[in-house]
């Protein structure tokens, strides 16, 4: 079993029977929970029970802690019932490393407490944050706000907000984990697609706060892994790029697959309109517009699953001593970025074709299909996926250049950086 100390193919085939079993449940709810703009707290429980919000908690604290292989099977498995249970569940997973790089008093914190729904929530690691700190005795006073995008911040014990801060030697990040009654979430997630995963701007309930020292962390130190956090399982050496976004992919496959299940069913014994075929399913357009559908999502499952299966093997190697070389990592995380955002393209085309095979009832609130077809779109938008930049910064390192060097949680630099910085950007 790569990836892991353990071995969770048992407890993964528990949660994926625990899952298929809550599908339907999840799928019938989705428009009320669209509705409300959130997920409901019976919705939250169900998922916890099936095991879903610990495939990537720690050992030690009773997590599952499966690979990021089999992580990226439960996330699919939920999405293909629901986009937005996909995304909350892929966020309770893959924000996972940011208290495991914040230091063992921290992972103390976020995992030994009981708690049902997912444990930590990540909002505004951006370059424009609008949060800061000051480094002041004892911890750091944080200001500003609000966090935008806050997903899983409604359900979660912490949220880790980033804040800029600036000590006369240039700005950088803080990761600052805060307790959810310091937060005051705002009703401002009305948006086209994931509508229900409540992924709301947080404000601070006073104007500031003080976090103590051990919960504000230099975000370089967070990505760098520089800081002991007391676990032993290969996955927290795993590189956070390739954990985080190969899972995203997998939101995408889900989804995909999803829609596709529902194409076939409603299309059996439907006929074609304009045609005199009584059964969708056999005509020959239907035939090769499946094919299409489903090289599209074969595609990304097959990047997504190698993206994933090389994250628990560089894991496995850092925790032996032996670590892949800088070069490495940055080209292998420039790849994931890009490849992930292909995946969600090619996803969210191939739901496209189903939704303009599927008549126009398709169009209707409460057709699951439309519904997915909004939240993929909503996948290729997110703020780390542009398809654009991503295949030049990956392209750049195919040509033996450097990528553009810019702050954020995916910066390419932190791996192997420029000799010549003015050069490279």
């Known amino acids: 079993m790569t990836g892991a100390t353990h071995d969770t193919s048992d407890r993964l085939a528990t949660i994926l029977d625990n899952v298929r079993a809550l599908g339907p449940t ?18 939250i429980a169900d998922l916890d029970a099936t095991g879903a919000f610990g ?17 990226l099977d439960v996330v699919s498995e939920v999405a293909s019932w629901d986009g937005s249970c996909g995304w909350i569940v892929w966020v309770g997973a893959s924000t996972n490393w940011i208290p495991a790089g914040s230091g063992a008093r921290v992972v103390e914190e976020v995992y030994g ?62 990761g600052l984990q805060v307790p959810r009654e310091e937060l005051r979430f705002l009703d401002d997630w009305q948006v086209a697609g994931m509508r229900a995963t409540g992924s709301v701007s947080s404000t601070l309930v006073k104007d500031e706060l003080f976090v103590p020292d051990h919960r504000g962390v230099d975000f370089r130190d967070v990505v760098g892994g520089k800081l002991d956090n007391g676990l032993k399982g290969t996955i927290w050496k ?47 357009l239907t035939h090769l517009m499946l094919a299409e559908v489903h090289s599209k999502i074969q595609s990304a499952t097959l990047m997504a699953r190698a993206n994933a299966e090389e994250t628990d093997r560089l894991g496995e190697l850092s925790a032996a001593g032996t670590p892949a070389d800088g070069d490495y990592l940055q080209k292998f995380s420039s790849r994931v970025l890009v490849e992930t955002a292909y995946a969600a393209k090619w ?38 996926l ?34 010549n910085t003015s050069a490279s950007r």
């Open 113 to 174: 407490c009981d708690w049902v729904g997912p444990r930590v929530a990540g909002s505004s690691h951006f370059p424009a944050s609008r949060g800061r700190a000051k480094r002041v005795e004892g911890g750091w006073v944080v200001s500003g706000g609000p966090w935008t995008f806050g997903s899983d911040s409604l359900w979660a014990p912490y949220t880790n907000l980033g804040c800029i801060a600036d000590e006369g030697e240039g700005r950088f990040l803080v």
């Open 55 to 71: 495939i990537g908690s720690p050992a030690e604290f009773g997590g599952d802690e499966l690979t990021v292989s089999q992580q």
């Open 347 to 384: 996803c969210s085309e191939a739901i496209e074709l189903l939704q303009r095979n599927s008549g126009s009832t398709a169009i209707m609130e409460s057709d699951p299909i439309q519904r997915a077809w909004r939240d993929a779109r909503v996948i290729t938008l997110h703020g780390a």
């Open 238 to 284: 795993a590189p956070s790029l390739g954990w985080s976004f190969s899972l995203m992919a997998g939101m995408s496959i889900g989804i995909a697959q999803g829609a596709l299940s529902r194409f076939m069913e409603r299309a059996a014994g439907r006929p074609l309109r304009g045609t005199s075929y009584k059964n969708q399913l056999e005509a020959p």
């Open 26 to 43: 999840l799928r019938k709810r989705a428009l009320e929970a669209e509705r409300a703009g959130r997920h409901s707290e019976e919705t």
């Open 386 to 419: 542009n398809l654009e930049a991503l295949s030049e910064n990956y392209g750049r390192l195919m040509a033996g250049t450097q990528p553009h060097q810019f702050e954020g949680i995916t910066t390419l630099d932190r791996f192997a950086p420029a000799p």
